[in-house]
């Protein structure tokens, strides 16, 4: 059962999945389709050497990226013309997963090639199966938002989504990323896990207040994955959210209220203002009449 299996390569565009970190993440059906292609498509050609160089192959290696695709396309789709057998990968993990490929997988079906997958890795599947979250649904989110306006916009979207989220994000973009996660979600259980299968692998778990604050997580280094609990099955009820709502709107302006009574109910912080700024005015209706 030892790669390779020298078994024939049937022609057609193979999507592989590589190492996240751990170089002996690799499958052997994955070092089959390397040794036998007849091109491998990397997203960075030297990343990929090095996952080459470590199993001793030696191999054509063209670059394929989003500022590369249009050119490589045509001829990648002449060499399937001809029976040719592709092996495209990324960096990391699984092509097209927040990585380069969709276009060429795309044109590649349309064409009418055959396009195979071949399983690995992938840092969003890894980290759910150790965050200790909800599996049975789950709504990967990709990348974050760089701005923090955009940012919480995209966690206020996805607020009222009955799934475990899942988010890749950078190092020095955590802290940020988790205080806006605690502002719109509240403090709903969460997990980061960060270099997944590489030497400072840390997963730490907790509700998102206590992760914002998590000296574990401090510094901007590493690759992550930060993935948040579904909002409540059984959400406050309506007069529940309302009274808090009055009470905190007797101290606050609408958005801070709506702010303090998410985290505290763990409700989604958009329809809480909308609700705030109607309970306001409402108020004022009622002093207008006195
Ligand atoms: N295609 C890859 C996959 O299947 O996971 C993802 C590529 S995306 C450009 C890179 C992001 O994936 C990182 O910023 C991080 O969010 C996540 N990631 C990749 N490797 C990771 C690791 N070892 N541990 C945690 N997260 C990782």
Sequence with gaps: MKPPSGAPLAPGLYVVSTPI???RDLTFRALDVLTAADLVLAEDTRVTAKLLNAY????????????????????????LAEGGR????????????????????????????????????????AALAVAGLPTDRFLFAGFTPVKSGPRRAMFEELAGVRSTLVFYETGPRLADSLADMLAVFGPREAAVARELTK???????????????????????GEIVVLVAPGRETAAAPEDADRALTEA???????????????ALGLPRRDLYRRALTLKEEAQIEEGKK
Excluded: C, F, W
């Design 21 to 23: 970190g751990n170089l």
């Design 56 to 79: 001793d192959l030696s191999k054509k290696v063209e670059r394929y990226d989003d500022h590369a695709g249009e050119r490589v396309r045509p001829k990648v789709m002449a060499l």
């Design 86 to 125: 592709v092996a495209l990968v990324s960096d990391a993990g699984t092509p097209l997963v927040s990585d380069p490929g969709y276009r060429l997988v795309r044109e590649a079906i349309d064409a009418g090639y055959a396009v195979i997958p071949i399983p690995g890795a992938s840092a969003a599947l």
């Design 199 to 221: 030497l400072y692998e840390t997963v730490v778990r907790g509700p998102l207040d206590a992760l914002a604050v998590d000296s574990r997580l401090q510094g901007p280094k």
């Design 249 to 263: 709107l007797a101290r606050l302006k609408p958005a801070d209220a709506a702010s303090e009574v998410a985290k």
